[in-house]
Structures are given as C-alpha cells and as structure tokens.
T-cell receptor, first 117, second 113 residues
C-alpha cells in the first residue's frame, strides 16, 4: 500500500522558536495533502488542505501566519509552526491523496509529537 | 454540538467477544463513512468505508450506516488481542480521497487474552 512518512517523529522546542515538520509520500504522487492536529483524547482536527503548487486552504480558526504550509512538490509538504507556544504542543498528522490507484483514500503519516517548553 | 460524536471509552472486552463501536453525527450532508484504526503513536489506517446507508462486511468486521438516524456502527466478531487500538469514525460529504474528513473522538479498545 501507499506509504506516507513524517519527520521528525518527536520534537521539543523552546517557546518562541519555530519548528518545521515534513510529510513525504514515498511511493506515489500526492496531489493533495492534509494537515491534522490531535490533542490528547480528542479527535483529529483538520488544520489545512494543500494542493501541489497552490496556496493552502486553512480551516476556520487556524492562523495561516502561524502555521505555514508549503506543498512544493508532489512528494513533499511541510508545516512550519512559527513562534511556537506551549498551547501548540500536540500531535500533528499529515495525510496524502494522489493520482490513479491511490486516489480513493487518504493515507496517513505516523504523526509528529510536538512539545513546546 | 460536535458534528461527530463518539464515546471515547475506554472499552475492555475478553478475547473472542463481539465488539460494537458507534458514532452519531449531525450533518445530514455526510454521505461517505469510514472507520480507521490507530495504534499508539501511529497514524490512522483505513479499515472500512461505506457510501450512504447499508451494511458492508469484510472478514470479521461489519460496518453499518443508518442515515435516517444519523448513526453508524462497526462490529468486530471473534475479537483478538491484536485488535486492541483506538478506532475512529470519519465522515465526508464528497468522498474519502482528496476530501475533507471529519473525525470522531476515537474509542480506545482493549481485547484481553
């Protein structure tokens, strides 16, 4: 099946710094990528949708200047949390949907746990 | 009110039992219904999907959708310890590929040997 990876799997950063999370589709071309956030014991909440080569579409309540998304190629999307604060600590998960045989579902990455101190 | 409601559990049952998981929703525009399984520190993986109302069976798993009641269920027969995971329901108005999914909170399930 299609594989999506994320890097890093866990990151700790100091309050006020920025952190970048990568999402890669390893064996298919991801025309659309999604970024979700999951707080403990809560559901996955969609943050934004990005199509390759286009600006991301953010969900209501998600600050686009704080959560910068870049989908520069068909295999890579990045999420940068700028000026991170402790309330941004969460589990960030990406998913990808592509062309052809992999277009029928979203494939999820393993997630990145962000802790802001 | 959340768009999708799911009892977070935890739910603990003995091996071999039949497990029933369910979700309710409020958005009548949802037409695609999915169940994902998520192991600890991993991303969700698609277990089953259905379109509109009806039943769908895949091995030990059966998914049911009742759109009139806005209620979906997942049944697991002959449950195994390897089925221990968090199960999330998800829904969409226009498909399950490059479409926005709305997730339930997830039910943490433990199957005891």
């Amino acid at each position: 099946g299609a594989v999506v990876s994320q890097h890093p799997s866990w990151v700790i950063c100091k309050s006020g710094t920025s952190v970048k999370i990568e999402c890669r589709s390893l064996d298919f071309q991801a025309t659309t990528m999604f970024w979700y956030r999951q707080f403990p014991k809560q559901s996955l909440m969609l943050m934004a949708t990005s199509n390759e080569g286009s600006k991301a579409t953010y969900e209501q309540g998600v600050e686009k200047d704080k959560f910068l998304i870049n989908h520069a190629s068909l295999t890579l999307s990045t999420l940068t949390v700028t000026s991170a604060h402790p309330e941004d600590s969460s589990f960030y998960i990406c998913s990808a949907s592509g062309r052809g045989s992999v277009s029928a579902e979203q494939y999820f990455g393993p997630g990145t746990r962000l802790t802001v101190t | 009110q959340k768009e999708v409601e799911q009892d977070p559990g935890p739910l603990s049952v003995p091996e071999g039992a039949i497990v029933s998981l369910n979700c309710t929703y409020s958005n009548s525009a949802f037409q695609y219904f999915m169940w994902y399984r998520q192991y600890s520190r991993k991303g969700p993986e698609l277990l089953m999907y259905t379109y509109s109302s009806g039943n769908k069976e895949d091995g030990r798993f059966t998914a049911q959708v009742d759109k009139s009641s806005k209620y979906i269920s997942l049944f697991i027969r002959d449950s195994q310890p390897s089925d221990s995971a968090t199960y999330l329901c998800a829904m969409s108005e226009r498909g399950w590929g490059a479409q926005k999914l709305v997730f339930g909170q997830g039910t943490r399930l433990t199957i005891n040997p």
